[in-house]
T-cell receptor, first 112, second 111 residues
Framework: GAGVSQSPRYKVAKRGQDVALRCDPI?????LFWYQQALGQGPEFLTY????????KSGLPSDRFFAERPEGSVSTLKIQRTQQEDSAVYLC??????????FGPGTRLTVL | QKEVEQDPGPLSVPEGAIVSLNCTYS??????FMWYRQYSRKGPELLMY????GNKEDGRFTAQVDKSSKYISLFIRDSQPSDSATYLC???????????FGSGTKLNVKP
């Protein structure tokens, strides 16, 4: 497909477990973004990559959150020792440089 | 105080009505202003974006930006049931690599 894909679409974790969320951006898109969207809220910026370089991680809520994009394409958002407050939809978006962001469908994370 | 404020609604209107959606913001550095539509369990999709102040029209949609008042609006003419969704405003500075979103307004257009 031509759009941004994310996997898994749904993830249930027990509190304290580690999770890894994957994002496949649109081919050729230089920029990649991660957002967290709590229920009934707008997306909140987490981090931004330009190719493999993580240029802004100011939105990551704690050091339990880690993102990488080692080859400048696929990205993984990892959350260690998940907490109930981490329950949210995690959205990935990609764009050409300084252009429209295209969003994936998101991964809905539920921490029990 | 959040950088972008948006009335969460819900807003319920009859089919054919004109809808007005609004956001206010506090950061004068914002230069790009976007409106996204989000259907349930989907990612946001871009409807329109404008740079700096002014109006922009695209079909039934009109976006307005008033930087002096730090206020942006989206108007939907001849609203349709298929317009029922959550509408999110978003803003960024010149670098266009960090977007600030409003909380979204849920719109329901009744047939």
């Amino acid at each position: 497909g031509a759009g941004v894909s994310q996997s898994p679409r749904y993830k249930v974790a027990k509190r304290g477990q580690d999770v890894a969320l994957r994002c496949d951006p649109i081919s050729g898109h230089v920029s990649l973004f991660w957002y967290q969207q709590a229920l009934g809220q707008g997306p909140e910026f987490l981090t931004y990559f330009q190719n493999e370089a993580q240029l802004d991680k100011s939105g990551l809520p704690s050091d339990r959150f880690f993102a990488e994009r080692p080859e400048g394409s696929v990205s993984t958002l990892k959350i260690q020792r998940t907490q109930q407050e981490d329950s949210a939809v995690y959205l990935c978006a990609s764009s050409a440089l300084m252009d429209e962001q295209f969003f994936g469908p998101g991964t809905r994370l539920t921490v029990l | 105080q959040k950088e972008v404020e948006q009335d969460p609604g819900p807003l319920s209107v009859p089919e054919g009505a004109i809808v007005s959606l609004n956001c206010t913001y506090s950061n004068s550095a914002f230069q790009y202003f976007m409106w996204y539509r989000q259907y349930s369990r989907k990612g946001p999709e871009l409807l329109m974006y404008t740079y700096s102040s002014g109006n922009k029209e695209d079909g039934r949609f009109t976006a307005q930006v008033d930087k002096s008042s730090k206020y942006i609006s989206l108007f939907i003419r001849d609203s349709q049931p298929s317009d029922s969704a959550t509408y999110l405003c978003a803003m960024s500075g010149y670098n266009f690599n960090k977007f600030y979103f409003g909380s979204g307004t849920k719109l329901n257009v009744k047939p």
